[in-house]
C-alpha cells in the first residue's frame, strides 16, 4: 500500500509542476492574473503531494515493508528507529524523494512570501521553479523509482550503510546541504524572471538578498556538519580530506560567497550586473554538478555513467542550466550595460571585486582537481587520483591572498580613499601581524606557509575587530554618553556591514584551526598488550581491558585506554571497533579528548583475537575547537546581515491588502 501510495503522489505531484510551469508562462504573455494566482496557489498542492510521498516510504521503512526496494537495501528489523527514519535520505532514491520535498517547500515558502505582494516577474520566477520541479520528479518516476519493488521478498533487510549508524550527525548533515544547494533555486529563479521579462533592474537583487543568506547559512552549516562527522566517526584524525563528495559541496559555496559580495556592489553603484548574473548562474550549476557527480554514479567510476539514465538526465539538466542561463545573459546584454565605473583602485568597489576573482580562481582549482581523473579516466581509462597536496598547495596562495582582501575591504571607503586614511586604519593590524610573525620565530616555527597564513589571519581578525569597535565607539558618541547596549544598537544600525564584519572575524578563526591542524598535528601508531604501558611522543599510553557490548545491529569492542601527560592524572579513552551483520571489516569509532588548545584523538585500528593485544593510532590535533567556534562565529555573522528589519505598520499593510483573487472579484 505505501509503495502505491507514494507513487500516486509522485505522479500527481509532477501534473501539478507541469500545470504550474504551464500556468505561469501563460499568465506571464498573457498577463493573466488568475492564471497566476492560480499557478501560485499549485504550489501547496505540490507541496502536500510531495510530502505524502516521502510520508508514504518513511511508514514502509518503519513498518519494515521489504516488498519495495529500497527499504529492503537500506533498512532492516534490528536497525534502531532512530536510524530506520534516517534511512530515508541514506541512498539516492530516498534522497532524491527528501530533495524533491525541500524543493516544494521552497516554492511553497515564495508562494506564502508573496502572496500579497503582486510582482510582474513572479509568474516567471514560479515558471522556473516549477520547471526545476518537474525535471526532479522525473527522476524519481523513472530512473531512480524509490518505491519499485523486489522480485523475491527478502525474511529481513540489509540495513543502512554502518558509516551511517555510527553518529547522529547524519540526521541533520544531509538536510542542511540539501537546504543550501537548493536553496539558491530561488535566487537563480529570479535572475532567470528578471532576463525573461526584460525588467533588469536591481529588484530582484534586493528581493533575494536574504534567500541567497539562507541557502548560504545552510550551506555553510552543512559542510561544517559534514567535516564534524568525518572528524568524530571516521578515525582517521581529520575534517576534511579534499574527497570528490565533500569538494562539489565547497563549490557552490565559494561562488555563492563572491556572489553576496558582489551584489552589494551592484546595488550601491549600479554596476557587475552581468557578474552577478553569471555568479549565480554558476552558483546554481554547480549545485546541479554536484548532484550530477554524487547521484549520477560518476564519482565511483565513469563506466557506471552509462548503466543507468540518471546520469545522462543530469548531463543533460546541466547543459540545459547552463546555456539557457548564460543563453539570457548574451540576449539581454544591451540592456545590462553597466551604469557605473570603479573609480579608484582604493576602494571598497576594487577590494569586493578582487575577491570575487579570487574566489572564482579558487573554484576553478578546485573544479580542476575534481573533475581531472574524471576526464583521464573517460578518455583514457586509466584511473588516477588527485589529492591533498594538490589542493593545499594550489589553494594555500589563493587563500592568503583572499585573507588579505578580508582584512583590508572593511578598512576602505567605497568610491575613492586615501594613502593616509588608509595607513592610520592599517597601523595596528599590520602591527599584530608583524607582532605574531616574531613571536613564531623566537619560539622556533620555520614552517613558512604556517606563519604566513597565522599572520594573515592575525591581520584579518585586528581590522575586522578594530573597525567592528570604530562602529561601536561612533554609535556611543551619538548617542551622548556611555550606553552598555552601543554594541547592539550599532549592529541594529547596519546589520549588513557589522554582520559581513563578524563572518570576517569567523573566518580568521577557521584559518587559524586549519593552519594549526594541517602544519602542527602529529600521529603516533602504538601496539600493547593488556596492562601494558608505553610512549607516544609526549603521551603515557596504557592498555586496560577490551569490553564487548553486543547491540541489535551491531557488536561493539571497546578498548579502555589510559592516556596521560606530563605527569598529569590519566584520562579514561574508550575507542571501538563495530562489527555490522551486513559487512565483513569492523567500523571504527575513534575517542576524542577535547581542549581549548589541542584535541587527543585515539582510533582503534585492529585487535587481536581474543582481545588481549590492541593496535592504536594516537594524534595530537592542535586548533581544531577553534574550527567549530569559527564555524559558529561565520553563522552568526550571517544570520544578522541576514536579519530583517523591524518596520513599523509593515504588518498591518500586509493584513489589510486584498489578495489578488479578491481585488479581481471586487472589480
Known amino acids: 500500500m505505501p509503495a502505491i501510495l507514494g507513487r500516486f ?35 501547496y498542492s505540490l507541496l502536500v503531494l510531495v510530502a505524502a510521498a516521502n510520508a508514504a516510504m518513511l511508514v514502509a521503512i518503519l513498518h519494515n515493508d521489504f516488498s519495495i526496494r529500497y527499504v529492503a537495501e537500506n533498512s532492516s528489523r534490528e536497525t534502531p528507529t532512530f536510524f530506520k527514519i534516517l534511512s530515508l535520505w541514506s541512498a539516492d532514491e530516498g534522497s532524491l524523494l527528501l530533495w524533491n520535498l525541500v524543493l516544494a517547500g521552497y516554492i511553497s515558502a515564495v508562494a506564502v512570501r508573496f502572496r500579497r505582494r503582486r510582482l510582474e516577474i513572479l509568474p516567471w520566477v514560479f515558471a522556473v521553479m516549477f520547471f526545476i520541479a518537474a525535471f526532479y520528479l522525473i527522476l524519481v518516476l523513472g530512473p531512480t523509482s524509490p518505491f519499485a519493488g523486489v522480485a523475491t521478498l527478502p525474511a529481513d533487510g540489509r540495513g543502512p550503510l554502518p558509516l551511517l549508524q555510527n553518529n547522529p550527525l547524519m540526521a541533520v548533515h544531509p538536510p542542511f546541504l540539501y537546504l543550501g544547494f537548493i536553496g539558491f533555486t530561488v535566487p537563480f529563479a529570479f535572475a532567470m524572471a528578471a532576463l525573461l521579462s526584460g525588467r533588469l533592474s536591481d529588484e530582484w537583487i534586493r528581493i533575494t538578498r536574504r534567500w541567497t543568506i539562507l541557502a548560504w547559512l545552510c550551506l555553510t552549516t552543512g559542510l561544517v556538519l559534514g567535516a564534524l562527522w568525518s572528524y568524530r566517526v571516521l578515525g582517521w584524525g581529520g575534517f576534511w580530506a579534499w574527497d570528490p563528495v565533500e569538494n562539489v559541496a565547497l563549490l557552490p559555496w565559494l561562488l555563492s560567497t563572491a556572489f553576496l559580495h558582489s551584489v552589494i556592489i551592484q546595488e550601491r553603484r549600479g554596476m557587475l550586473k552581468v557578474w552577478n548574473l553569471s555568479l549565480i548562474v554558476g552558483t546554481f550549476a554547480l549545485t546541479t554538478l554536484a548532484t550530477f557527480l554524487t547521484r549520477g554514479s560518476i564519482l565511483s567510476s565513469v563506466h557506471s555513467f552509462a548503466a543507468s539514465l540518471v546520469g545522462p538526465l543530469y548531463l543533460g539538466f546541466l547543459t540545459v542550466v547552463l546555456l539557457v542561463g548564460f543563453g539570457l545573459i548574451a540576449w539581454r546584454a544591451d540592456l545590462l550595460r553597466k551604469e557605473g565605473r570603479i573609480d579608484s583602485a582604493l576602494s571598497r568597489e576594487s577590494a569586493f571585486l578582487g575577491n570575487n576573482i579570487v574566489l572564482l580562481a579558487m573554484t576553478f582549482v578546485v573544479l580542476l582537481g575534481t573533475i581531472y581523473p574524471l576526464l583521464i579516466e573517460s578518455i583514457t581509462g586509466r584511473q588516477v587520483s588527485v589529492g591533498g597536496p594538490y589542493f ?21 571607503p567605497w568610491r575613492v580613499g586615501s594613502w593616509a586614511a588608509l595607513r592610520r586604519r592599517l597601523a595596528w593590524p599590520v602591527a599584530a601581524s608583524a607582532a605574531l610573525i616574531v613571536i613564531l620565530a623566537t619560539v622556533g616555527v620555520r614552517n613558512l606557509a604556517a606563519i604566513a597564513a597565522l599572520s594573515f589571519a592575525a591581520f584579518v581578525l585586528t581590522a575586522n575587530l578594530a573597525e567592528l569597535a570604530r562602529g561601536v565607539t561612533a554609535y556611543r558618541r551619538s548617542l551622548g554618553g556611555t550606553r552598555r547596549s552601543a554594541l547592539t544598537g550599532a549592529i541594529a544600525r547596519d546589520r549588513r556591514m557589522y554582520g559581513g564584519l563578524i563572518v570576517h572575524i569567523g573566518v580568521a578563526l577557521v584559518a587559524v584551526a586549519l593552519t594549526a591542524s594541517w602544519s602542527f598535528s602529529s600521529v603516533w601508531d602504538v601496539k600493547l598488550t593488556k596492562g601494558q604501558e608505553t610512549q607516544a611522543g609526549p603521551y603515557a599510553v596504557r592498555f586496560d581491558g577490551l569490553r564487548k557490548i553486543e547491540q541489535p545491529q551491531r ?5 579502555d585506554i589510559s592516556v596521560s601527560r606530563g605527569g598529569a592524572p590519566p584520562v579514561q579513552m574508550h575507542p571501538s571497533m563495530n562489527l555490522y551483520p551486513s559487512v565483513s571489516q569492523p567500523i571504527g569509532s575513534p575517542s576524542i579528548r577535547v581542549g581549548v588548545v589541542q584535541d587527543t584523538y585515539v582510533s582503534l585500528m585492529s585487535l587481536q583475537p581474543g582481545g588481549e593485544t590492541v593496535y592504536l593510532r594516537l594524534y595530537a590535533d592542535p586548533g581544531v575547537t577553534w574550527l567549530w567556534i569559527g564555524a559558529l562565529v561565520m553563522l552568526a555573522g550571517g544570520a544578522i546581515a541576514g536579519w530583517p528589519r523591524r518596520q513599523p505598520g509593515r504588518r498591518v499593510h500586509r493584513e489589510n491588502t486584498p489578495s489578488i483573487l479578491e481585488e479581481v472579484s471586487v472589480s
Open 9 to 43: 503522489a509522485l505522479v500527481l505531484a509532477l501534473g501539478v509542476a507541469l500545470y504550474g510551469a504551464v500556468a505561469s508562462v501563460l499568465a506571464a504573455r498573457k498577463e493573466d492574473v488568475v492564471m497566476g494566482e492560480s499557478a501560485r496557489l499549485a504550489a
Open 392 to 412: 593545499r598547495g594550489s589553494t594555500l596562495p589563493i587563500a592568503l591572498v583572499l585573507l588579505l582582501l578580508a582584512g583590508a575591504a572593511p578598512l576602505l
Open 555 to 559: 557488536s561493539v569492542f571497546v578498548a
